[in-house]
Nanobody
Framework: QLQLVESGGGLVQPGGSLRLSCAAS????????IGWFRQAPGKEREGVSC????????NYADSVKGRFTISRDNAKNTVYLQMNSLKPEDTAVYYC??????????????????WGQGTQVTVSS
């Protein structure tokens, strides 16, 4: 079964940090650009960051630049999103997605072939 599984979400105070993981099973991520997206209640899903298959290209939404860092370990078939200096407005369900043989940015949501089930991130005091 081909799937992506996110983990690492939780409740954190403003200014805190979390590291999200996106692990693939049933396929290798070697040829996939990976994107992180988030969706807050009542809002559309938005792109947060992406990383190319080689890791040589990354991209960030303006709202997270300087605070979030995306990385990948192809040997572990896993992509990470390190989130620092978290703000209440970062509260959302975070999803990872894989786009086959695409650049970073990969394009719209429909560009991505596989999606994870999401992990909740809540930033609150």
């Amino acid at each position: 079964q081909l799937q992506l599984v996110e983990s690492g979400g939780g409740l954190v105070q403003p200014g805190g940090s979390l590291r999200l993981s996106c692990a693939a099973s049933g396929f290798t991520l070697d040829y996939y650009t990976i994107g992180w997206f988030r969706q807050a209640p009542g809002k559309e899903r938005e792109g947060v960051s992406c990383i190319s298959s080689s890791g040589g290209s990354t991209n960030y939404a303006d709202s997270v630049k300087g605070r979030f860092t995306i990385s990948r370990d192809n040997a572990k078939n896993t992509v990470y999103l390190q989130m620092n200096s978290l703000k209440p407005e970062d509260t959302a369900v975070y999803y990872c997605a894989a786009a086959y043989r695409r650049g970073c940015p990969a394009g719209g949501l429909n560009t991505y072939n596989y999606w994870g089930q999401g992990t909740q991130v809540t930033v609150s005091s």
